[in-house]
């Protein structure tokens, strides 16, 4: 209901734009706005803002109100031309305005401008009371008839089915870990070992050949220490890295049982569950 009637209201205002005789003023703008000192934009902006103006109207900068006053000014030397435009909010144009002031100083110009915007209100003065005689002679609009919603109570929009059982997310098993330093562990085991197998068979062997039964190598290869050394790290290392890869390809699953509840229509249960 108070919509309605705020709607008739606003109905009754947009009719009649010129009842409350405000305007809003937009700040004056130049087609060169860099040759135009800052003082005469001032004096330019204060003249249209001078309120209350010519037959007691109103110019404002700020507010709700239908009526929109825009100015342009084209200034060549010490020659002024002005361009004054009234439109409605909804972009619909009233009427324009235009002046000149050739050889004129600033206070000739501005006196000029003052003329101008003292044509303005006479302009507006016709228009409201072309409007208000149009609106007496339109005939009464019939009354409108605001009715308040009728109560229907609550309404059946839609019926809901059982209930899904609850339900545990999947269980997905957990990736993997990275596979690469298993077999690179596996390879340099294999390497060690190989190589102290090597490093034992040389061991105490001669550093060279001799060619004839009378003649010795005075020098032996004593590398049994290192071999064992390598040989036992290897095989540490070779048995690590097997059971690293035997985690990742053979061996299967724990087998580990767990407990998921479920709920449905006015039941509940606990489910157990394990895999294989």
């Known amino acids: 209901m108070l919509l309605a009637a705020a709607s008739v209201v ?40 001078e309120s209350p103006g010519p037959r007691d109207w109103k110019f ?9 006053l825009r100015t342009h000014i084209r ?8 361009q004054l435009t009234v439109t409605l909010r909804n972009g619909e144009e009233l009427f324009k305005l235009e002046g000149v002031c050739e050889i004129c100083n600033t206070s000739e110009a501005l006196e000029r401008l003052s003329e101008l915007k003292a044509q303005v209100c006479d302009r507006l003065e016709e ?85 004839y039964p009378t003649r010795q190598c005075q020098e032996r290869y004593a590398t049994g220490a290192a071999g064992w050394t390598f040989l036992l790290t290897g095989l540490a290392g070779g048995g690590l890295s097997g059971w690293s890869l035997y985690n990742l390809y053979l061996k299967k699953p724990s087998v580990v049982p767990r407990v998921v509840p479920s709920a449905g229509p006015g039941k509940a249960a606990l489910t157990l569950e394990w895999r294989f």
Not at 13 to 19: K, S
Not at 60 to 68: D, E, K, R, T
Request: aromatic share 8%.
């Open 127 to 211: 228009k409201a009371a072309e409007a208000a005689r149009l609106a007496k002679d339109r005939p009464p609009k019939p009354p409108v008839d605001v009715r308040p919603p009728v109560e229907t109570g609550p309404r059946i929009v839609g019926v809901l089915g059982e209930p899904e059982p609850f339900r545990m997310p999947p269980f997905r098993q957990a990736p993997p870990p990275v596979k690469l330093w298993s077999w690179m562990g596996a390879s340099l085991s294999l390497t060690a070992v190989v190589t102290g197998i090597v490093l034992l068979a040389m061991d105490d062997d001669t550093t060279c050949d001799a060619p």
């Open 75 to 82: 200034k060549a030397e010490n020659n002024y031309s002005f």
């Open 10 to 49: 606003h109905a009754q205002n947009a009719e009649n734009p010129y009842e409350k005789k405000e305007i809003l003023v937009f700040t004056p703008t130049w087609s060169d706005p860099d040759a135009v000192m800052p003082f005469l934009q001032e004096k330019v902006e204060n003249l249209m803002l």
């Open 60 to 68: 404002l900068q700020v507010g709700y109100i239908p009526l929109y």
